[in-house]
């Protein structure tokens, strides 16, 4: 079964930078789109970007000045590049994969703190 990890995120002061990188593993399957989303405090999950395997992106609309989604395929692996983060940014990032045959898998969530 395939198992979608993320890593990369911490606590950062507001107009810093982090790069979270999310890795779909244990899966032979082909990967069409992977995405983050995130959800902060009190909120509903809002979608931040995705990425499909040809490299195609979208992107929220007041996010994609600052945001920047980028995947290797040959390592099942999506980059999530936060450049001038903002206090708002904070929130638990999460990424998912759409994999043939299989449906979608999500990951657990890694969390992202800007400082202001």
């Known amino acids: 079964q395939a198992q979608v990890v993320e890593s990369g995120g911490g606590l950062v002061q507001a107009g810093g930078s982090l790069r979270l990188s999310c890795t779909v593993s244990?899966?032979?399957?082909?990967?069409?789109?992977m995405g983050w989303y995130r959800q902060a405090p009190g909120k509903e999950r809002e979608l931040v970007a995705t990425?499909?395997?040809?490299?195609?992106?979208n992107y929220a609309d007041s996010l994609k000045e600052r945001f920047t989604i980028s995947r290797d395929n040959g390592k099942n692996t999506a980059y999530l590049q936060m450049n001038r983060l903002k206090p708002e940014d904070t929130a638990v990032y999460f990424c998912?994969?759409?994999?043939?045959?299989?449906?979608?898998?999500w990951g657990q969530g890694t969390q992202v703190t800007v400082s202001s």
């Open positions: 998912y994969g759409d994999i043939s045959l299989s449906g979608r898998a």
């Open positions: 990425i499909t395997s040809g490299g195609n992106t």
């Open positions: 244990r899966s032979i399957l082909r990967v069409y789109v």
